[in-house]
């Protein structure tokens, strides 16, 4: 058990759609990490909180992608409109108390854009 | 963008044979990490090597690293089946940018 839940597992929804994943880091943490992998590009660093302020989301691929972390315990990453190629599994970790540390990873939620 | 690149991108042994994977990477690193991934699964820590450090072993796997050669290894000694996996190199840039810049992974298959 990394300490980390996400939510949902799978999700399957049409292109334009409104998509919401859900990270819950269930032990104690100074860093929150949203990573995206496929199998074109494999795994990304999307955007990174520290004590819940976003850090860096330079790799946040658009606009269209945003992220919150309202409290210790939460993260959501949303998808306003989804595409297709957004389809991909994407994972959250944790880490502390320095950014350099052990990262600990979510199951992932697997995103299928139709 | 790939930081690390792992060697082969896919190796098949025998069990109890012994697996080697290599990483290669480009920028100066605080850090290099190897990840397992099971399929269908998340990313499980492996080992944690400093630029400072040359080698590391936790039970059966062996880690080192060339900072001069921008390179380090993974050992899995006396292989099982159940080490049939992904396995990731992620390095932390010595730069100040946080966050693990991934390879693409070696896949890893141990027959039986």
């Known amino acids: 058990d990394a300490g980390v839940i996400q939510s949902p597992r799978h999700e399957v929804t049409e292109m334009g759609q409104e998509v919401t994943l859900r990270c819950k880091p269930i032990s104690g943490h100074d860093y929150l990490f949203w990573y995206r992998q496929t199998m074109m590009r494999g795994l990304e660093l999307l955007i990174y909180?520290?004590?819940?302020?976003?850090?860096?989301d330079s790799g946040m691929p658009e606009d269209r992608f945003s992220a919150k972390m309202p409290n210790a315990s939460f993260s959501t990453l949303k998808i306003q409109p989804s595409e297709p190629r957004d389809s991909a599994v994407y994972f959250c970790a944790r880490s502390g108390p320095s950014s350099t540390d052990t990262q600990y990873f979510g199951p992932g939620t697997r995103l299928t854009v139709l | 963008s790939q930081q690390g690149e792992e060697d082969p991108q896919a190796l098949s042994i025998q069990e109890g044979e012994n697996a080697t994977m290599n990483c290669s990477y480009k920028t100066s690193i605080n850090n290099l990490q190897w990840y397992r991934q099971n399929s269908g699964r998340g990313l499980v820590h492996l080992i944690l090597?400093?630029?400072?450090?040359r080698e590391k072993h936790s039970g059966r796997l062996r880690v080192t690293l060339d900072t001069s050669k921008k390179s380090s290894s993974l050992l899995i000694t006396a292989s099982r089946a159940a080490d049939t996996a992904s396995y990731f190199c992620a390095t932390v840039s010595g730069g100040g940018a946080d966050g693990l810049t991934f390879g693409k992974g070696t896949h890893l298959i141990i027959q039986p």
């Open positions: 909180f520290n004590n819940n302020v976003p850090i860096d």
């Open positions: 090597i400093r630029s400072n450090e």
